[in-house]
């Protein structure tokens, strides 16, 4: 139980005491696992769009995306130290010999080929230093060190989104400004703008502003149309509690409860604050050169046609039941949730009179939708796509996390290992209704389907709580359309390292 001292600190950060509770409460009952009926495949939950299928999406996207006002939103938040964790743990070991580090011997023996190279050797002569005295002296720690630290290119706290990944004939870009050019292929809506749309840490959004500042320019003249930019930043009140390992509020030392960001389930609160017709969300770190970046680029606007099309067709259902219920208007609607959306109706939808068969329908389409690129599982962690059983016996397409499943069950393992495909952020969504008004997102969440990890904080265990994930569990009550697209779309940098392979070259 909360104290009424913790309460009224509680109250004083402007938190929500109600939802504080009922975090505490999930502390203590856990959150149920996701139960999976089956894995969806191709045919059965994932569209495969073959060359003719592929061209009318294309045409559908094309004829109508200028008349939309269409967002890109990218999680861009946090530093990048995570890319650099090999390297940093090469300097606290004091740049001991490369022969035991293939990591960082990697990195120095490929150091030409990164794009930032130009950006490091120049940062170093500035101190008298170059990275041909540095190589030749083996001093490979002074290279690093003048990467990662603050009195060099402080790539070691810097976003992603500002760090060099390619390299071009006039100058290296940044993730940012290839999300410019991506944006310009597929993201350009009415009154011939792009809108970008960035989530930042507090402490980044300066940097970014002023790197937004100094490219738009550029962008505006090179593709000739307007780039609308606005950042966003993940809102404190999100924030969740934390407790200690017997699920009580862990309490710091200054006597204050600590809350901590509540994962990239908390952003549903920005995506909510957007108006815009289409939103496509794609994450920072996942961009490529110009060179292979028209397979991106078709199917964005591929997923882009998939969704108009079915969201035309549940406009128009909705509209048919809003003029009268009959056979055919309730036959109409059923027709586009179980073959436009590929849904799947409840055994007992039969034996419903007509205006119970009316309401469900209504109830189901009227619903944000969204179109999920599905890539071919080669490994790499990721939502997979699953049938799931609704409360009312229908079946849903969900994005489950394998943090969200009962792996010790064998059957739900099972299951969880016959999926051929997992959503490597790749959506397109249509978040406003049949009138044009925007859905409140936020009624669309399972509040059921967050995480409970373990951390620490000054050498104490403590749990900590993250909301339903953006693409899974905010996103569970949504209209869900899965589509495969090619795996040369998904290429994330996770490591530095990464942007040595040939797609980052």
């Not at 790197?211 to 593709?223: G, L, N, S």
């Amino acid at each position: 139980m909360l104290t009424t001292e913790q309460k009224d600190q509680i109250t004083r950060q402007g938190m929500n005491l109600q939802l504080v509770e009922e975090q505490i409460q999930n502390f203590k009952n856990g959150f149920p696992p996701l139960e999976i009926q089956a894995a969806a495949s191709i045919g059965d939950g994932i569209q495969l769009l073959d060359e003719a299928s592929l061209k009318t999406c294309l045409e559908t996207y094309e004829s109508k995306s200028p008349q939309k006002k269409i967002v890109k939103f990218v999680p861009a938040s946090g530093a990048a130290s995570r890319m650099f964790k090999d390297l940093f743990s090469y300097l606290e070991k004091g740049g001991s010999d490369l022969s035991n580090d293939a990591f960082t011997a990697t990195f120095i023996q490929k150091l030409a080929d990164f794009a930032f190279y130009e950006d490091l050797d120049s940062s170093l002569q500035t101190t008298g230093d170059s990275i041909a005295a540095a190589l030749e002296q083996k001093n490979y720690p002074l290279i690093v060190a003048h990467l990662l630290n603050p009195e060099g290119l402080d790539y070691g706290s810097l976003p992603k989104g500002l760090l060099k990944f390619h390299r071009y004939p006039e100058g290296s870009r940044t993730p940012v400004e290839e999300h410019f050019v991506e944006g310009a292929s597929y993201a350009l809506g009415e009154g011939n703008t792009v809108r970008l749309h960035f989530t930042v840490s507090p402490e980044h959004q300066e940097k970014f502003e002023s790197h937004v500042a100094k490219i738009r320019p550029q962008m505006e003249a090179k593709f000739g149309t307007t780039f609308e930019i606005s950042f966003s930043q993940q809102k404190k009140s999100t924030d969740t509690i934390a407790v200690d390992m017997e699920n009580a509020p862990f309490v710091e030392e200054d006597g204050e409860i600590l809350f901590r960001p509540a994962g990239h389930g908390a952003l549903l609160e920005n995506l909510n604050d957007i108006d815009a017709d289409l939103i496509f969300i794609k994450n920072i770190d996942n961009v490529v050169p110009d060179r292979i970046k028209e397979p991106t680029n078709t199917y964005k606007k591929a997923i882009g046609g998939v969704l108009l099309d079915a969201q035309e067709a549940v406009f128009a259902a909705l509209v048919a039941l809003d003029a009268g219920i009959s056979e055919s208007s309730v036959q109409q609607a059923a027709t586009v949730y179980t073959e436009k959306l590929g849904s799947k109706l409840p055994p007992n939808f039969a034996s419903l009179n007509l205006t119970e068969k009316a309401t469900f329908l209504r109830t189901k389409l009227n619903r944000p939708i969204r179109v999920c690129g599905m890539v071919e599982n080669t490994g790499e962690p990721g939502g997979g796509p699953f049938w799931v059983k609704e409360s009312d016996g229908s079946l849903s397409l969900q994005i489950g996390e394998t943090a969200q499943l009962d792996l010790t069950n064998p059957a739900q393992k099972a299951l969880f290992q016959q999926s051929s495909h997992f959503n490597p952020t790749d959506l397109v969504c249509g978040v406003k209704d049949y009138k044009g008004n925007k859905f409140n997102l936020l009624a669309f969440r399972d509040p059921k389907t967050g995480f409970i990890t373990e951390k620490s904080k000054s050498g104490r265990e403590l749990k900590a709580q993250e909301l339903p994930g953006l693409w899974n569990g905010s996103m569970a009550d949504w209209n869900s359309l899965f589509v495969e697209v090619p795996l040369i779309t998904f290429n994330p940098v996770k490591t530095i390292n990464d942007l040595l392979r040939d797609v980052h070259q």
